[in-house]
């Protein structure tokens, strides 16, 4: 029988086979859950090695060979960083860069500048992409990421799902301060009658928080309904 995952047979909260691997032997569907992604998680960590301290968990091989209970520093080993993009030497501070744990020096290796340069050039050829023919694309691939929402990718370049939609429904690009909103707070159910554009972030938090007390309210109803039935019986 084929093995899962290369470390897991199967799913160890739901214990399914049909659906993908995702992260520390969990499927698709249960990473979702964040309680049971944070215990198979640190269980994961345990059993391989990872060091707890300062309720941080390191790999061993951060630690130096010599003294394994010593745990590397994430601030900056010299006075000054070059940036990989523009070559110019700034002060290693968060003033100039941003934290990296992953780099030795615990900091980006662009300086603040260069990076925001980078990520408005990926936005601009990621909108002219979706512009030219984004009616008559078709996803390669999609994945469900640790908010709960579906991405779909093309090639390079992805896109949440509902935006998809709401784009193909209404014919052109979505602003970047258009949010969609899931009128049920289903984040995969992504049908046309269930998505709501909202102006801004504030109205789609007003919008969810305005489904969640509905959702109390009609809960509270059916439970003093029930009481009623018993109080005439």
């Known amino acids: ?16 086979r049909e659906i993908r691997h995702k992260q520390y032997g969990l499927c698709e569907r249960c990473v979702v859950n964040t309680i049971s992604f944070k215990k198979a998680r640190d269980l994961y960590r345990r059993t391989h090695g990872y060091i707890l301290k300062n309720n941080h968990w390191y790999k061993p091989s951060r630690l130096r060979k010599n003294n394994r209970n010593q745990i590397p520093s994430l601030k900056p080993k010299t006075s000054e960083i070059r940036c990989g993009m523009c070559k ?7 003033e100039f860069f941003s934290r990296d744990n992953r780099k030795s020096t615990g900091l980006h290796g662009l300086c603040k500048k260069c990076r ?19 009616m008559t694309l078709t996803p390669t691939s999609s994945q469900i990421i640790k908010s709960g929402y579906r991405v779909l990718y093309f090639g390079n370049y992805h896109i949440l799902e509902q935006r998809f939609i709401i784009m193909k429904h209404l014919g052109r690009l979505l602003e970047r301060w258009e949010e969609v909103h899931h009128k049920n707070r289903n984040k995969l159910d992504n049908r046309l ?9 504030e109205a789609h938090n007003f919008n969810s928080h305005q489904t969640r007390s509905t959702s109390l309210l009609l809960k509270e109803i059916a439970e003093l309904k029930e009481k009623l039935k018993k109080y005439e019986k």
């Open 116 to 134: 925001r340069n980078v990520e408005i050039k990926s936005r601009k050829k990621a909108k002219e992409f979706f512009e030219k023919n984004f």
């Open 88 to 94: 110019e030497w700034f002060p290693a501070t968060t």
């Open 1 to 16: 029988m084929e093995k899962w995952s290369k470390k897991f047979d199967r799913c160890i909260v739901c214990g399914t």
């Open 193 to 201: 009658e269930n998505l709501k554009i909202s102006p801004h972030i």
